[in-house]
T-cell receptor, first 115, second 111 residues
Framework: GAVVSQHPSWVICKSGTSVKIECRSL??????MFWYRQFPKQSLMLMAT?????????EQGVEKDKFLINHASLTLSTLTVTSAHPEDSSFYIC???????????FGSGTRLTVV | GQSLEQPSEVTAVEGAIVQINCTYQ??????LSWYQQHDGGAPTFLSY????GLEETGRFSSFLSRSDSYGYLLLQELQMKDSASYFC????????????FGAGTQVVVTP
């Protein structure tokens, strides 16, 4: 089945620094990937749609200058949290799909803690 | 906009059957998906209903009624490993892709 690899699985960073999270589709190509954020005991909230070769589309309320998304190839999308603050601490998850019948495969998630 | 409502928690014993309902209000609707998430883990795809009716996959089944804006996930022969959060999710566009998720239902399976 489809595998989506996400790295790192967890990261602790100091307030004010930037963190890059990678999302790779290992055995298929994904022109579109999605980035979600999940706070403890809450649901997944869509942050942005990552489009290969073009600008990402951000959901309302998500700062595009703070959450930089790059989708430079058909198998890799990156999310960079710039100037991270403690309130950015969350579980970040990416997803990609081989097609409708397969559903969406989620990466293993990245737990970000900003101290 | 879209909203999806599902119960916050369900508790049942091993071997029992649990039904998790999901009602939705949408300006457009393209299908209902179900995902399972264990604590600390990523969501895993369970099923997708684009058309009315029942989809069966092993112990899990999912149902959709477009006319009632309603769907459910049925978990049969519950096992301890089924203790997890279950999310219904609706497509937000007609190009299979981005979802809005319900708040999730915590299923607790007891011995």
């Amino acid at each position: 089945g489809a595998v989506v690899s996400q790295h790192p699985s967890w990261v602790i960073c100091k307030s004010g620094t930037s963190v890059k999270i990678e999302c790779r589709s290992l055995d298929f190509q994904a022109t579109t990937m999605f980035w979600y954020r999940q706070f403890p005991k809450q649901s997944l909230m869509l942050m942005a749609t990552s489009n290969e070769g073009s600008k990402a589309t951000y959901e309302q309320g998500v700062e595009k200058d703070k959450f930089l998304i790059n989708h430079a190839s058909l198998t890799l999308s990156t999310l960079t949290v710039t100037s991270a603050h403690p309130e950015d601490s969350s579980f970040y998850i990416c997803s990609a799909s081989q097609g409708q019948l397969y559903g969406y495969t989620f990466g293993s998630g990245t737990r970000l803690t900003v101290v | 906009g879209q909203s999806l409502e599902q119960p916050s928690e369900v508790t049942a014993v091993e071997g029992a059957i649990v039904q998790i309902n999901c009602t939705y209000q949408t300006s457009g609707f393209y299908g209902l998906s179900w995902y399972q998430q264990h604590d600390g883990g990523a969501p895993t795809f369970l099923s997708y209903n684009a058309l009315d009716g029942l989809e069966e996959t092993g112990r899990f089944s999912s149902f959709l009624s477009r006319s009632d804006s309603y769907g459910y996930l049925l978990l049969q022969e519950l096992q301890m490993k089924d203790s997890a959060s279950y999310f219904c999710a609706s497509d937000l566009t007609d190009s299979w892709g981005k979802f809005q998720f319900g708040a999730g239902t915590q299923v607790v399976v007891t011995p």
